[in-house]
């Protein structure tokens, strides 16, 4: 078993910056990959961003590139998100979720995932 709890969203302004966290305990060396994910009203959970929890390789959604930086702390299992010049489209529930079983590559689909935390809220105001 995996837990994940993320923290550090909030409620800003366009054009700010937010850094979400997400923290893993329990069986951490079962950890393939790791990913943020968000889920708007209405919509679809849809990807973010991804890592190899080992090699540190990272894979972002084409809407955050070059806006938001995936990373992670092996030492302290936490997973982190920086996002700069969010928009009000940014606004959603934020997800962590971790992949304990092999696969080369994270997937973006979020039904690969086995774990997730309980989700923070991002709200950009424009």
């Known amino acids: 078993q995996v837990q994940l709890v993320e923290s550090g969203g909030g409620l800003v302004q366009a054009g700010a910056s937010l850094r979400l966290s997400c923290a893993a305990s329990g069986r951490t060396s079962s950890i393939f990959h790791m990913g943020w994910f968000r889920q708007a009203p209405g919509k679809e959970r849809e990807f973010v961003a991804a890592i190899r929890w080992s090699a540190g390789t990272t894979y972002y959604a084409d809407s955050v590139k070059g806006r938001f930086t995936i990373s992670r702390d092996n030492a302290k299992n936490t997973m982190y998100l920086q996002m700069i010049s969010l928009k009000a489209e940014d606004t959603a529930v934020y997800y962590c979720?971790?992949?304990?079983?092999?696969?080369?590559?994270?997937?973006?689909?979020?039904?690969?995932?086995?774990?997730w935390g309980q989700g923070t809220q991002v709200t950009v105001s424009s």
């Open positions: 979720a971790a992949r304990t079983t092999f696969r080369l590559t994270p997937s973006r689909d979020y039904r690969e995932y086995d774990y």
